[in-house]
């Protein structure tokens, strides 16, 4: 029995260490509330454009160069709420081992001091109620 409680108490404390190391297969993203990516546009042929087309490029470029940033800027703030999000959990999972191990560590203590005193187990008297068969 005092080595199954020492055994239970040894894995509890090395399971927390092997879940961390477990490699965790990667869930799909969520999708981002920035709306879909701009498109890139179709440049013109710098060597063979008129300048008409150079204008009209030109245009669209900085069409899209607006929207893009504005997407990139949007995806950069989801992510580093995300990481803040990561953080917090992450600081939450190790409060919690802490408190796993002190408590694992502190239980394998007393088990040990139990284990320690060497006690037999307590008798029942002789003539005790459960053994009295007027009861």
């Known amino acids: 029995m005092k080595l199954l409680i ?21 869930a799909p993203l969520p999708p981002s509330s920035c709306g879909p990516v701009p498109t890139s546009p179709t440049l013109p ?7 008409a087309q150079m204008d009209s490029g030109n245009s669209a470029y ?3 160069a607006q ?6 800027q ?15 959990r992450t600081a939450e999972y190790n409060g919690y081992a802490l408190q796993l191990n002190q408590t694992v560590s502190s239980w394998q203590a007393e088990v040990a001091e139990y284990n320690a005193r ?6 029942r008297e002789r003539g005790g109620t459960l ?5």
């Open 131 to 135: 053994t009295r068969p007027d009861h």
């Open 62 to 64: 900085n069409t899209w």
């Open 118 to 123: 060497g006690q037999q187990p307590a008798r």
């Open 45 to 51: 042929d710098g060597a063979n454009a008129t300048s």
């Open 74 to 88: 949007c995806r950069r703030a989801e992510a580093e709420a995300i990481r803040a999000q990561a953080d917090a």
């Open 67 to 72: 929207a893009m940033q504005a997407n990139v």
């Open 6 to 26: 020492g055994a239970a108490a040894a894995a509890l404390l090395f399971a927390g260490a092997a879940m961390a190391q477990t490699a965790t297969p990667t």
